[in-house]
């Protein structure tokens, strides 16, 4: 069955026809600034996909926690999204199924299914995005906390000795924002791939300290998740994940962490950190293995 999925991110609006683990007619629009404009834009991706495609369900990935009644709860990197039904709300104008579920639970879970977390007991998505997300499996399972809140980490506090938002771990660790960062020292358009292709080369010390800091900063959070959770393994989402540098400067700071201490080596187990198979198409595929059931 062919599905409509829509990935609703603090920059960009994400579309693609899924049907198993491929895309088709992948659209990316920037995010609305307020809910009617994103209800019109619903509306217009809906059309323009039925004029293409048959399909009878309409896949949501969205920021924030997701009540079963299809009621997003305090919308992260997209506020206006706090307590707006969107199920009902595409359902007014989509006979079809709508589902929804947060955006890195929808990942993890189209990783579980097919991606690099099939046959996992116990492991970790970590979404590198505009915000940071996290999506856990738990006994072969997508868990998703009492109240839908797990893996909330943009909350999760960082350092506090640093005032103001930047001390949270979704804001001090966005993937966005450290693109602007490197674009900005390197003098380049924030252009991910650009940045990254510059990076590689550079002398620019500015900047590559600026990326050091941050694999340092995700590699420790992978590693007190791992203090937690005793998991098997940790994958990388967004489309920063795209970036082997990024993926082997994490795992690199990682394994540094087990070099502090003898005790640290004879207690706890390396894990792998790798990109998800399906990268920045993770949300996407995921949310169309989501059902009302």
Do not use: W
Not at 73 to 97: C, H, K, M, T, W
Not at 170 to 180: C, F, R, T, Y
């Amino acid at each position: 069955m062919k599905t409509l999925s829509i990935d609703i991110g603090g920059t960009f609006v994400k579309s693609a026809l899924v049907y198993g683990n491929q895309l088709s007619d992948k659209k990316s629009i920037p995010t609305p600034k307020s809910l009617t404009e994103l209800t019109r834009l619903f509306q217009k991706l809906i059309d323009e996909y039925q004029q293409k495609a048959t399909f009878e369900k309409v896949a949501l990935a969205v920021p924030g926690s997701v009540k079963s009644t299809g009621v997003v709860e305090f919308g992260g990197a997209v506020p206006y999204l706090d307590q707006v039904n969107l199920v009902e709300r595409i359902s007014s104008f989509f006979s079809g199924e709508v589902v929804i579920e947060n955006d890195a639970k929808a990942a993890t879970l189209g990783e579980l299914n097919k991606g690099s977390l099939q046959n996992t007991k116990n492991a970790a998505a970590l979404i590198l995005g505009t915000g940071v997300g996290l999506g856990l499996v738990i006994d072969g399972k997508l868990y998703r906390g009492t109240h839908h809140q797990s893996g909330e980490i943009s909350f999760l506090i960082r350092d506090r000795t640093i005032l103001g938002a930047d001390s949270f771990v979704g804001k001090g660790l966005s993937a966005v924002v450290l693109i602007e960062q490197l674009a900005k020292v390197l003098e380049l358009p924030k252009d991910g791939k650009l940045v990254f292709e510059q990076l590689k080369q550079t002398t620019n010390e500015e900047a590559k300290k600026l990326f050091a800091i941050y694999c340092y900063e995700v590699a420790l959070l992978c590693f007190n998740l791992q203090t937690i959770l005793d998991i098997e393994k940790i994958i990388i989402g967004g489309g920063i994940s795209q970036q082997k540098l990024l993926i082997d400067g994490i795992q690199h700071r990682y394994n540094q962490f087990f070099e502090l201490s003898p005790i640290i080596e004879q207690t706890l187990r390396k894990i792998p950190i790798e990109s998800a198979k399906f990268k920045a198409d993770a949300n996407l595929i995921g949310a169309a293995e989501v059902t009302n059931e």
